[in-house]
Nanobody, 125 residues
Framework: QVQLVESGGGLVQAGGSLRLSCAASGSIFSRNYTSWYRQAPGKQRELVAT???????NYADSVKGRFTISRDNAKNTVYLQIDSLKPEDTAVYYC???????????????????WGQGTQVTVSS
């Protein structure tokens, strides 16, 4: 069973920076891509950034230029660097990873998507 553990959230003043981490464990299959989502109070969860297995990154227009997604394959960890934080960045940030399926031990495992538990980011004005 895959586990995704986020960390790095906290309370920060507007204009500050944070680096969120998403550490993955437990899969024997390759990870197709990892994404960061966020959900502000009373709003729908939104996708903010994605990094593929080949390192291609994509960002929501609302965060381009301020958010940077990266990964450390040796640590099996994906990061989200958030700079120039704004109060509207306040949300719970979630890590999401899609894993390829495959055969193992005579059993087929379909592709699956996993979520972390979330980490709170609060930006004060």
């Amino acid at each position: 069973q895959v586990q995704l553990v986020e960390s790095g959230g906290g309370l920060v003043q507007a204009g500050g920076s944070l680096r969120l981490s998403c550490a993955a464990s437990g899969s024997i299959f390759s990870r197709n891509y990892t994404s960061w989502y966020r959900q502000a109070p009373g709003k729908q969860r939104e996708l903010v950034a994605t990094i593929t297995s080949s390192g291609i990154t994509n960002y929501a227009d609302s965060v381009k230029g301020r958010f940077t997604i990266s990964r450390d394959n040796a640590k099996n960890t994906v990061y989200l660097q958030i700079d120039s934080l704004k109060p509207e960045d306040t949300a719970v940030y979630y890590c999401n990873a899609q894993y390829a399926g495959g055969w193992s031990g005579g059993r087929y495992y379909p592709p699956r998507t996993f979520w972390g538990q979330g980490t709170q980011v609060t930006v004060s004005s």
